[in-house]
C-alpha cells in the first residue's frame, strides 16, 4: 500500500457519502464522477499519480472539484474544531492536490488534444 491511502480512503469516503445522500438513485453523471472517484482511489492505492483518459477530462475535473469542496466544507472544519493536526494537514493536502489536478486536467481539455493526461501528486504530508 502507498503513503497516499489517507487520500484513497477520503476519495472513497466523499464518493459513498455523495451516493448516500442521493434519496433514489444518482443521475447518471453523478455516478460517473463517483466511479472515476473511485478509480482514481484505486490508483493511489498503487502509485503517487493517476492518468485521466482525454475523453473524461472535464468530468474528472468536476468530480475532484466536488471532492474537494466537501472536504473543505464538512471534513476540514470538525479536524480543526477537534485540534487534529494531522488530520487537518491530509485534508488540507487533498483539496490543494484535488484543486491542482482539477487546474491541470481543464488546461489540458481547453487544448482539445483528446489525449490522457497523468497527474503525479506531490508528497504527503508529514
Given amino acids: 500500500m502507498s503513503s497516499y491511502a489517507f487520500f484513497s480512503s477520503m476519495l472513497r469516503f466523499i464518493a459513498a457519502k455523495t451516493e448516500a445522500a442521493v434519496p433514489a438513485a444518482p443521475d447518471a453523471r453523478t455516478a460517473d464522477m463517483m466511479v472515476i472517484l ?3 482511489a484505486d490508483t ?3 502509485e503517487p499519480g493517476f492518468e485521466i483518459p482525454g475523453d473524461g477530462l472535464e468530468l474528472s475535473a468536476r468530480a475532484l472539484a466536488g471532492f474537494a469542496a466537501l472536504l473543505q466544507k464538512s471534513i476540514l472544519p470538525e479536524a480543526v474544531a477537534h485540534g487534529n493536526k494531522a488530520g ?3 485534508v488540507r493536502w487533498a483539496v490543494d ?3 491542482d489536478a482539477v487546474n491541470t486536467l481543464l488546461s489540458r481539455a481547453a487544448l482539445q488534444e483528446g489525449q490522457p493526461v497523468r497527474v503525479t501528486l506531490p508528497p504527503p504530508p508529514a
Fill in 44 to 46: 493511489v492505492e498503487r
Fill in 38 to 40: 473511485r478509480r482514481i
Fill in 97 to 99: 492536490s484535488a484543486m
Fill in 88 to 90: 487537518e494537514a491530509q
